[in-house]
């Protein structure tokens, strides 16, 4: 809706990037004041957030690239755009727990300790950076007539507009994209709640990890349900039925089942 905040000539600044850098701080406050609690100096969080971003930038970029690599392939330069948008969470939340781990090791902290420090604020973090997807107008919705729908203005030609354009959905004179449901908010409103479950429950976890299994679980949830209303490639399908973001959404919810079987039967044993 609003894909870029300032144009200067060929300077512009991009909302989603600027959503993401948000994002990232907002997801430090909350673990920084969490780790406080719980007696580990924030400093701490904030390097391992460093390892964090770098790993989740790379990982997130690569999925998205793989989704679209029809595209990609032929325009390779674009890789490397990361201020135009394109990222999928999936590869970011894989790459990001990749750069994680490798720092609470060299530390020598607890790991399952420290997924549960920054659970709540990465929640609150994905929910801040949809509001960039929305701005930028990538990872939309499927057309509907239904009253959710929301269309997409043609200036910066935005992902929407350029996608229903290409598809023949519109004439190329058009000022709006079609109406599509508005799945970046949804996903907003979504996160939002995810975090207050977490950020309710950190005082009284069973178990370390609880709450690291409790976001992976109900953030397949969230995301296989809202994959249902997004619109897809067929490149972007597997076996033309799942997206690759459900087939993992299935993965994570059962990660998170044995997760959480496997520590109340750690504690009941303890």
């Not at 920054?118 to 997807?133: D, F």
């Not at 354009?165 to 799945?183: E, N, Q």
């Amino acid at each position: 809706m609003l894909r870029y905040l300032l144009v200067i000539g060929g300077f512009h600044i991009a909302a989603y990037g600027v959503m993401m850098v948000i994002a990232y701080f907002t997801a430090i406050l909350f673990a920084s004041k969490e780790a406080r609690r719980k007696g580990i100096e924030p400093i701490y969080i904030q390097s391992l957030s460093i390892w964090i971003i770098i790993g989740l930038i790379v990982g997130a970029r690569l999925w998205y690239v793989a989704e679209y690599w029809y595209y990609f392939s032929g325009n390779f330069i674009e890789v490397f755009k990361l201020w135009e948008g394109g990222m999928v969470f999936y590869g970011g939340f894989v790459g990001g727990l990749i750069g994680g781990i490798l720092y609470v090791k060299i530390k020598k902290f607890n790991l399952w300790e420290v997924l549960d420090i920054m659970a709540p604020g990465v929640a609150i973090s994905i929910g801040v950076g949809r509001i960039g997807c929305f701005l930028n107008g990538c990872c939309f919705g499927r057309v509907t007539d239904s009253w959710i729908g929301i269309r997409f203005p043609q200036r910066y030609l935005p992902p929407v507009y350029w996608n229903h354009l290409k598809r023949g959905l519109i004439p190329s004179d058009a000022l709006y994209s079609l109406p599509v449901i508005p799945t970046q908010l949804i996903s907003t409103i979504d996160l939002l709640v995810i975090f207050g479950i977490l950020w309710g429950m950190r005082k009284r976890v069973p178990f370390k990890g609880f709450l690291f299994a409790l976001l992976i679980g109900l953030y397949g949830l969230h995301r296989f349900i809202i994959d249902c209303f997004r619109y897809y490639e067929g490149s972007a399908l597997v076996l033309k039925v799942l997206t690759l973001s459900q087939a993992l959404s299935i993965l994570l919810m059962l990660i998170s089942i044995v997760l959480i079987i496997s520590g109340f039967k750690r504690r009941r044993a303890a």
